[in-house]
């Protein structure tokens, strides 16, 4: 007998799994030429009472980062939408944000983006929040100390898989048990000396909350999110206010940072694509070189 199981978490040869439908909690083994992550749909069979993974279906998308050799590293898989967490403390590290944008939209996951600790400063966001909103972003501006600021973000994460991202210290856990009670993550202090915060996730896991069908993906937390080795045309993929511009430079292969007849740099200089986010795409692109 076959059934579907998603996976929570996945350890050396074995992986702990919760049924589809009936969300049962299984511990199953799977073969060394499988290797199931976080999310996965995968096919159990029971064999002498045990149960063994024997195929892993075929996945929506998966949320990535780069490895110590520049090399694409799968996390999660199946992802519906990436909770971006900032905080006014500790304040996000330059183009973090965009980072994460560039992923969510080549995956296709839609990004919900969360300015948490408002209660500590208000006005610490307002600029960028308007910015991306303009961009058409969806923004939230919340504080643990307040119910009601999570209200409607709560209400997104109804029947999706959700994964959490952001540096460590910024509140994700202390958001996610505000919004699903039932859910219960580890939670960090930031340090006193640094003022970053400690990495209290060691481990990719996803939880169940039944009351809103929701799955919520806790991957271990950052300080600097670090893409993959991408090329500059991957990269502009991941810029949507460059979209309308793609295809009208001059030459096909243009890069967007040189080139004679370049739509993007003009668009920039008419004012058309805001100037931060154009600098934020050169630094990302600047920053493959440190994987060639």
């Known amino acids: 007998m076959t059934e579907t199981y998603r996976v929570t978490s996945t350890q050396k040869n074995t992986a702990s799994l919760i049924h589809t439908n009936t969300h049962q909690a299984i511990n199953a083994f799977f073969p060394r030429k499988l290797k199931p992550i976080c999310g996965d ?27 110590n050799r520049g090399r694409k590293q799968h996390i999660a898989a199946n992802v519906d939408q990436i909770m971006i967490v900032m905080a006014v403390e500790p304040a996000p590290t330059r183009d973090i944000l965009n980072r994460y944008l560039v992923v969510a939209e080549i ?8 300015f948490n600790k408002a209660d500590i400063d208000p006005l610490f966001f ?7 909103e303009q961009l058409g972003y969806q923004t939230y501006k919340t504080s643990h100390k307040d119910p009601n600021t999570v209200i409607e973000l709560k209400q997104q994460l109804a ?5 959490l ?11 996610t048990e505000l919004m699903l ?17 400690a990495h209290t996730t060691s481990v990719t896991q996803m ?8 799955n919520i993906i806790d991957s271990p937390g950052v300080w600097e999110y670090g893409l993959w080795l991408m090329d500059a045309a991957e990269i502009a993929s991941g810029f949507i206010d460059f979209d309308d511009y793609m295809g009208q430079c001059k030459f096909s292969n243009c890069t967007h940072i040189h080139e004679p007849g370049c739509a993007i740099m003009n668009a920039v200089k008419q004012g058309l694509i805001k100037t931060n986010r154009y600098e ?4 990302i692109v600047d920053s493959m070189k440190y994987w060639s």
Do not use: M, W
């Open 41 to 67: 749909e995968v096919l159990v069979e029971t064999l002498k009472s045990e149960y063994r993974i024997k195929k892993i279906n075929r996945r929506q998308n998966s949320f990535c980062r780069a490895d």
């Open 107 to 114: 995956e296709g996951i839609t990004p919900l983006l969360v």
């Open 126 to 132: 307002v600029n960028t929040i308007n910015q991306y």
């Open 159 to 163: 029947n999706k898989t959700t994964i």
């Open 165 to 175: 991202a952001g540096q460590s210290g910024v509140g994700k856990s202390s958001l």
């Open 181 to 197: 009670p039932e859910v219960k993550l580890k939670t960090g202090k930031l340090s006193d000396k640094t003022g970053k915060g």
């Open 207 to 214: 939880y169940h909350d039944a009351t809103l069908n929701a």
């Open 280 to 283: 934020s795409y050169l630094r």
